[in-house]
């Protein structure tokens, strides 16, 4: 045997070694993701009808411009932890018990309607809670200049009065 033939036979044997491994890599990953929405007939991914979305070109602007505007919201990342932690917790329940979900989820609704939460909160106090912060906000990109600057350009933009000579 040759030289040649040794690396090409361990080249083949690494080859073979490569592909077996990532074959088992995508038949775990598979199996980690359960039951595929795309295996039973008529059935959509749950990101396709996002990608139709973002195909169109009006869409994909208001897209992108909900996605910056989710992004600078400072609970985005409770929000996004919230909604995966009750997914998880709730996708078992609605897999046994469809129909219980979705009357518990109208009770809550209903209980929500006729308790009017929102209502609880004194617009006094929601008022005062908000407007600082609503004036912070509003005055913050203003340029605020020390009080020493204003005074020194105040002082350069009035003039002196002018002298008269006296009369003769």
């Not at 491994?21 to 795309?38: D, F, K, N, Q």
């Not at 106090?125 to 605020?144: E, M």
């Amino acid at each position: 045997m040759s030289a040649t033939s040794v690396t090409t036979e361990q080249a083949r044997l690494r080859l073979t070694r490569s592909r077996a491994r990532m074959s088992l890599a995508l038949h775990r990953l598979h199996a980690s993701a359960g039951p595929a929405a795309h295996d039973t007939p008529g059935a959509h991914s749950p990101s396709s009808w996002l990608d139709a979305l973002h195909a169109e070109p009006a869409t994909r602007v208001l897209l992108e411009a909900l996605a910056l505007w989710w992004a600078g919201q400072p609970w985005q990342h409770s929000a996004t932890l919230l909604s995966g932690v009750v997914a998880q917790r709730l996708r078992p329940l609605a897999q046994r018990h469809p129909l219980g979900l979705v009357l518990g989820a109208a009770a809550l609704g209903s209980a929500l309607v006729l308790l009017k939460p929102w209502r609880w909160i004194s617009v006094p106090a929601l008022a005062a809670g908000l407007l600082p912060q609503l004036l912070i906000k509003a005055v913050a990109p203003l340029r605020t200049l020390p009080w020493a600057e204003l005074l020194a350009n105040w002082l350069q933009a009035v003039e002196p009065p002018a002298t008269t000579p006296p009369p003769p």
